[in-house]
Each structure stands twice: as C-alpha cells, then as structure tokens.
C-alpha cells in the first residue's frame, strides 16, 4: 500500500521561504508521480506542481511560478516542494498526491493522499 508523509510546514513571514517534504513508501511499480495540492479554508483543493517518475517537473499555479521548484530524489524516495518569496495568500494545507501513471493538474486524478501539513504566511 502506498503511503505519503508530509513535513516542512509552518509559520513563516511574507517574503520567506520554505521546503516542504513528500515521503513515499510502499510502492511496487516505478516510482510514481507525485503532485503537490493545496487548500485554504473554504476553496477547493487545488494543483500547485507535480514531478514525474522521469523528473519532468510541471507547474499549475500561476502565482507559484518563478517562486516554487519541485524535485525528487529517488533514493530516498522523497519529493520536495522548494517555496521562496511567500506570500499571505499561499497558506493553506499542502498535500502531496500520487498516481501511478503520468502527472495531472486535477485532484481526483491521484489514488493515494498524505496528511497534509500546514503553511500559514503571517507577519
């Protein structure tokens, strides 16, 4: 069964920066994609990037554009979500997702949810 592990939340001021992990473990098949969700209280969840088994990184939030970058490293079977310049807007719940085949910007292409973990940008 897979399972994903968030961390790297938190409380940062507007302007700073953070590194969000993905942890994955108990998949069979080639390593999955893996895309990074957000959702803030009240709206839905939505796409923000997401890193294929080859490492083609994809982007779907426009405000997230020239600030976020998304990595893996397979060995340790982890995916990062590097967060620079953050704003009051980008808190919410992020939530890593995977689907065994290519990536995809919609939330209800994904099987398998971590637990989420909380980016609040607050002065």
């Known amino acids: 069964q897979l399972q994903l592990v968030e961390s790297g939340g938190g409380l940062v001021q507007p302007g700073g920066s953070l590194r969000l992990s993905c942890e994955a473990s108990g998949f069979t098949l080639d390593y999955p994609a893996i895309g990074w969700f957000r959702q803030a209280p009240g709206k839905e969840r939505e796409g923000v990037s997401c890193?294929?088994?080859?490492?083609?990184?994809?982007y779907y939030t426009p405000s997230g554009k020239g600030r976020f970058t998304i990595s893996r490293d397979n060995a340790k079977n982890t995916v990062y979500l590097q967060m620079h310049s953050l704003k009051p807007e980008d808190t919410a719940v992020y939530y890593c997702g995977a689907r065994v085949m290519d990536c995809s910007p919609f939330k209800y292409d994904y099987g398998y949810w971590g637990q989420g973990t909380q980016v609040t940008v607050s002065s």
């Open positions: 890193i294929s088994g080859n490492n083609f990184a994809s």
